[in-house]
């Protein structure tokens, strides 16, 4: 089982973290884009980067918009340093 982080670990991480909160206990950002296809290819990016960590977000996608949710099951559902990793993975490559 992995080990949650608590509440000055996840405000901590969020400082390296631009456009991401702390809502709910998940980490959580909203990416908008100029197209539907724009914002798929974007998820799509997303999967392969979770893949390669094995580690899954939550994805919500509405037209141009899309919302990412991290938290990591294993720990109860809230954050973990896997979510700190996969946000600091998904901001590297986002083009937004």
Partial sequence: MTTPLNTPQVTEALQELPGWSFVDDKLVKTFSFSSFKEAVSFIVRVAFEAEQLNHHPEIRNVYS????????HDAGDRVTGKD??????????SWV
């Avoid at 919302?67 to 990591?72: D, Q, R, V």
């Avoid at 700190?84 to 998904?90: D, F, G, P, Q, R």
């Fill in 65 to 72: 918009r899309v919302e990412i949710g991290l938290t990591t």
């Fill in 84 to 93: 700190v990793e996969l946000a600091t993975s998904i901001d590297g490559f």
